[in-house]
């Protein structure tokens, strides 16, 4: 048993060695075994990893692959590393004993060349293939945060984040998001998620909340995400929006400050385009007033029947409008599991 293409990966805080077993013997190969050493930059052991082939038993000439997920025993940076393969071959050995086995090569591989990929957890065939990419950060545009009033004169900003790339959809996109006010960091909260899938040209809103006064600097750092060329993941549905309504609702704070506020409720009407069943249908609606820019946002997971091929079902959403009134609705929407 051979093994090619080894390395060692920090993936999402886990050490990992990832590689391919190639059974280069006659016979099938039962239960190959990868055993892994970690050691410290002053030789200590300081983890180990275990894992087995994928494919088991192993034809000859055949290949498949391994991860061997890495437990640590102590804290430090991995500098070197040991490997052993092992596997069994009943049918050249049927009454082999531990003496007339062959014996096991151990691979020392110094320094250790640690591949880092963190914030994101990869699959053994994703780390395994050398034409893999992550989406490209550039491609994220986040507008400059609206600083709006809500119904009890609490700040909340508004901005929008769009997937400005061409050819690929961008999955699971998380920022972290810094306000500044000089040179002191304001104490921020995104209000809701963003989707699991944000496609070529779609706009998302995303709503801050916190104590800002003001603020004179924005700065977003995007955590690694992979990508999907086109159609992408996500099924297709056609989601519509049917007519909206302007209304006034009132409220009270303390049991004696009475407030208004304007909302829009919008209806619209979600249909199942795609092959199969589609279910936990999520929208992103944003209001925006006569210069382009939002004036409201909301964030809602949809009560929805389980929509088979072809089949339709309306949907409500109240949203709050903070800014001036609004001249026309957009919708993103994302479905899946929960």
């Known amino acids: 048993m051979v093994a090619s293409k080894v390395q060692l990966v920090r993936n999402d805080g886990a050490y990992r060695l990832v590689g391919l077993l190639k059974n280069n013997g006659a016979n099938e190969a039962n239960s190959s075994q990868i055993t892994v050493m970690l050691y410290g930059e002053d030789g200590k052991l300081i983890g180990t990893a275990n894992g087995y082939g994928a494919a088991s038993p192993l034809a000859p000439n055949a290949l498949t692959s391994f991860d061997a997920r890495g437990e640590?025993?102590?804290?430090?940076?991995?500098?070197?590393?040991?490997?052993?393969?092992?596997?069994?071959?009943?049918?050249?050995?049927p009454a082999a004993s531990k003496e007339e086995a062959p014996p096991s090569r151990i691979v020392r591989v110094s320094p250790a060349d640690v591949r880092v990929i963190e914030h994101v957890r990869l699959t053994t065939e994703e780390l395994l293939d050398p034409d893999f990419a992550l989406f490209d950060a550039s491609a994220l545009k986040l507008s400059a945060p609206r600083r709006l009033l809500d119904e009890i004169e609490r700040p909340i900003l508004y901005a929008e984040l769009v997937n400005t790339s061409d050819q690929y959809v961008v999955l699971s996109p998380k920022a972290d998001i810094s306000l500044f006010d000089g040179s002191r960091r304001l104490d921020v909260r995104q209000a809701w998620s963003l989707p699991a899938r944000l496609y070529p040209g779609e706009r998302v809103p995303v709503a801050l909340t916190?104590?800002?006064?003001?603020?004179?600097e924005a700065k977003?750092?995007?955590l690694p995400a992979k990508r999907a060329a086109?159609?992408?993941?996500?099924p297709k549905l056609a989601v519509t929006v049917e007519n909206t309504e302007a209304q006034v609702g009132t409220g009270t704070l303390n049991f004696s400050y009475r407030f208004r506020y304007k909302y829009v409720t919008v209806h619209g009407r979600v249909r199942n385009d795609s092959q199969a069943e589609v279910e936990n249908v999520k929208v992103w609606v944003s209001l925006y007033d006569a210069q382009d820019k939002l004036t409201g946002a909301a964030y809602q997971e949809l009560r929805l029947p389980k929509l088979k091929p072809e089949e339709s079902a309306p949907f409500q959403v109240d949203v709050k409008q903070y800014g001036g009134n609004f001249a026309r609705v957009g919708v993103v929407y994302d479905a899946g599991p929960r």
Request: charged share 25%.
């Open 230 to 234: 086109l159609p992408g993941p996500r």
């Open 210 to 216: 916190g104590r800002i006064d003001r603020y004179t």
């Open 220 to 222: 977003t750092d995007w």
């Open 72 to 93: 640590m025993l102590a804290e430090g940076r991995v500098a070197s590393y040991d490997y052993m393969v092992q596997s069994e071959d009943h049918a050249a050995m």
